[in-house]
C-alpha cells in the first residue's frame, strides 16, 4: 500500500512560545502528535505535521529588551533549542513554522483582511484588564485577587493591567455563539476529552464578547494591511500559523492546503482550549473554512501534585530524562503510563518501574531469548515452520491486535493502543515458558515443533515491534533489522502486515545488544520535585 493511499491526516502541536525552552510539558505534547502521525503513516495515510513558534507579542519585546537583544535576534537564539529538543525526541516533523516568517505575514494578511472586506472587523475603544504574560484580555469577573487585594491573572497569577482608551480592531465574535453552540451540539467529537467539552461549552453559554485583535501600542508583531498602525494579536497571529503550515497562500506549494484542510487533530494543553475551540473556530467559520475534526486537551505533568513549571522551579529538561531512558524508553513511558486528556503525577521511581516492568523484563527480554535461541537452534536464521505452526494462541491475539490499537488510537488512546501491544508481548514470553524449545531442542523427534515454536516467537516479534513504532521508533527498527525485514520507516500497510505468518522463512536473525538495559534507581542521580 503506497503512502497517501488512504489519503492526507493532518495534526499540529501548539505553536509553541519562543520564551522558554522545550520542557516535559512541551514535550509531551509533541511526542503525542508525532506518536500519531507515525502510526497513520504505517497506516496509509500522507500526514502531515505541523509545529512550531509563537514569536510575536508585547511578552517577546519585553524579554528580548532585558536580554539586550532585538525581538528577532532574540528569537533566532531560541530556535535551536526547540529544532535540538524535536530532532533529540525523534519527533518527525513535516513543517516548523516560526510567526516571523514571511510565509506566516502572508497568512495572516490574507485571512485577516479578507474576514475586514466581509464586515467581520470594526474599529473601537477597548477598556478592561489585559495580562502581558498570557496575552489575553479578561473580564472583571474572571480575574483573582493577591494577598494586597491585587487584582491577578487567573492563569499564571501575575498582576493584570488596566486598559483603558486603546483603539483596537475587533472581531465580530459574539457573533458567534449560537453558531458554536449548535457546532458543539452537532459535533459531539470536536471537543475532546468531554471533560473540555463541558468547560467550553459552559464557557460559550455565559455570553461571548468581542475579540480584540490588534495592538497599537508596540509594533513587534504582524501589520494588518487594512491599519498599518495596528499589528494583529498573538492569538490572532498564532492560529493560523496551523494554516501556514500545511500551505495556506503559499504559491510554490498550489492545491496543498486544499488537500490537507481540515486537519484532524489539534493537540494542545488544556490551558489554550478555549482559544482553540472558541476563537479558532469561530474565525474559520467567518472564513468560510471547514473547522478541524477534533482539538484534543490533554492535562498537565504533575510533580507531587504541582504542576511542572520553570517558575515553580520543577522543571526538568527532555535531555536529562533521555540520559538516563533513552530517547525510546522516555516517549514510552509519557505515552504509555499517562492517560492522555487527564492530569498525570510523574516521578522517577515510577518511570523506572514502567521502563523495567514493560521494555527491559517484558519486551527487551523476549528478544534477547528468543533472537539467543535462533542462535543456537536454527544457526541464526528464521526456521521453515510446519503448516501447523500457525495455529496457536498468539496469532489469535496478533488477530485482534490491529483494530484494537487503531480504536485507541482515534481516540488518543496512547495507553490503551500500549496495552494491546504488551498482551501480546507478555503472552509472547508466557508462550515461550510454556512450551520450553530447550527441552524440545534435546529430543530430535520434535523438530518441527521446536521450529514452529521459535517461529511463532520470532513472528510474534516482528508484530510487535511494528505496533510499538509510534512510540519506540529507535528499538523498533532495530528489530526489525536484526529479523532481516526491510526498512519500518518505510512502512505503510500496518494492516497488511499484520497478518501471521509473514516473517520469510530463512531470513538471517542477529543478536545485539539488549535493547533496554535494566535500570537501578538507587544509581540514577536525578529527581523529579
Not at 496469532?395 to 485507541?408: E, H, N, R, V
Amino acid at each position: 500500500m503506497p503512502q497517501g493511499s488512504k489519503g492526507t491526516f493532518s495534526i499540529t502541536t501548539p505553536i509553541y512560545y519562543v520564551n522558554a525552552a522545550p520542557h516535559l510539558g512541551t514535550a509531551y505534547s509533541t511526542i503525542a502528535a508525532d506518536t500519531v502521525a507515525r502510526y497513520e503513516r504505517l497506516n496509509g495515510y500522507d500526514v502531515a505535521l505541523v509545529t512550531g513558534l509563537d514569536e510575536h507579542g508585547e511578552k517577546v519585546a519585553d524579554t528580548a529588551e532585558e536580554k539586550g537583544m532585538s525581538p528577532q535576534k532574540w528569537c533566532d537564539s531560541m530556535v535551536p533549542a526547540f529544532k535540538d529538543t524535536w530532532d533529540l525526541l525523534d519527533v518527525d516533523y513535516t513543517d516548523f513554522v516560526r510567526t516571523t516568517e514571511p510565509r506566516q505575514a502572508r497568512t495572516v494578511r490574507k485571512f485577516w483582511n479578507d474576514l475586514y472586506e466581509k464586515g467581520y472587523l470594526y474599529k473601537s475603544s477597548y477598556e478592561g484588564w489585559y495580562c502581558v504574560h498570557e496575552e489575553t484580555y479578561y473580564a472583571e469577573s474572571d480575574l483573582e485577587k493577591d494577598e494586597n487585594g491585587t487584582y491577578v491573572c487567573p492563569e499564571c497569577h501575575r498582576p493584570v493591567e488596566r486598559m483603558a482608551g486603546e483603539q483596537n480592531w475587533f472581531f465580530k465574535l459574539s457573533e458567534f455563539q449560537d453558531k458554536l453552540l449548535k457546532y458543539y451540539d452537532e459535533h459531539p467529537d470536536f471537543i475532546r476529552p468531554r471533560t473540555r467539552r463541558n468547560e467550553v461549552i459552559s464557557f460559550v453559554k455565559g455570553g461571548l464578547k468581542d475579540l480584540s485583535i490588534s495592538r497599537s501600542t508596540f509594533d513587534w508583531g504582524i501589520p494588518y494591511p487594512f491599519d498599518k498602525g495596528h499589528v494583529a494579536y498573538v492569538w490572532a497571529d498564532a492560529l493560523l500559523a496551523y494554516f501556514t503550515g500545511l500551505g495556506y497562500a503559499d504559491p510554490d506549494r498550489k492545491g496543498e492546503f486544499e488537500r490537507r484542510w481540515p486537519a484532524q487533530f489539534h493537540i494542545v494543553g488544556k490551558d489554550i482550549v478555549r482559544f482553540h475551540c472558541v476563537i479558532w473556530p469561530a474565525m474559520l467559520m467567518a472564513a468560510g473554512y471547514p473547522i478541524p475534526n477534533a482539538v484534543f486537551g490533554h492535562g498537565f505533568l504533575l510533580t507531587k501534585g504541582e504542576k511542572m513549571s520553570k517558575s515553580r522551579g520543577n522543571s526538568v529538561m527532555p535531555a536529562d530524562l533521555v540520559k538516563v531512558f533513552g530517547v525510546d524508553g522516555y516517549r514510552y513511558y509519557f505515552m504509555r503510563d499517562i492517560q492522555f486528556g487527564h492530569d498525570g503525577s510523574i516521578s522517577m521511581e515510577r518511570m523506572v518501574q514502567v521502563y523495567n516492568s514493560d521494555l527491559a523484563n517484558t519486551w527487551g527480554n523476549l528478544i534477547s531469548r528468543v533472537f539467543n535461541m535462533t542462535g543456537k537452534y536454527f544457526d541464526g536464521k528464521v526456521p521453515q515452520a510446519p503448516a501447523s505452526a500457525a495455529e496457536n494462541p498468539l496469532s489469535s491475539i496478533a488477530a485482534k491486535l490491529y483494530k484494537t490499537y487503531d480504536d485507541c488510537m482515534q481516540e488518543l488512546d496512547f495507553t490503551g493502543a500500549a496495552d494491546a501491544v504488551m498482551e501480546l508481548a507478555g503472552a509472547t514470553n508466557h508462550y515461550v515458558e510454556d512450551s520450553a524449545p530447550w527441552a524440545l531442542a534435546k529430543d530430535p523427534a520434535k523438530a518441527d515443533e521446536l521450529a514452529s515454536v521459535i517461529y511463532n516467537a520470532l513472528e510474534a516479534c516482528r508484530i510487535i515491534a511494528m505496533y510499538l513504532w509510534p512510540y519506540c521508533p529507535n528499538t523498533s527498527s532495530d528489530v526489525w533489522k536484526r529479523l532481516g525485514l526491510p526498512d519500518l520507516n518505510k512502512l505503510t500497510d500496518i494492516e497488511g502486515q499484520s497478518a501471521w505468518g509473514l516473517l520469510p522463512a530463512g531470513n538471517p536473525v542477529q543478536n545485539g545488544d539488549a535493547l533496554f538495559p535494566r535500570l537501578d534507581l538507587d544509581k540514577i542521580d536525578l529527581h523529579l520535585e
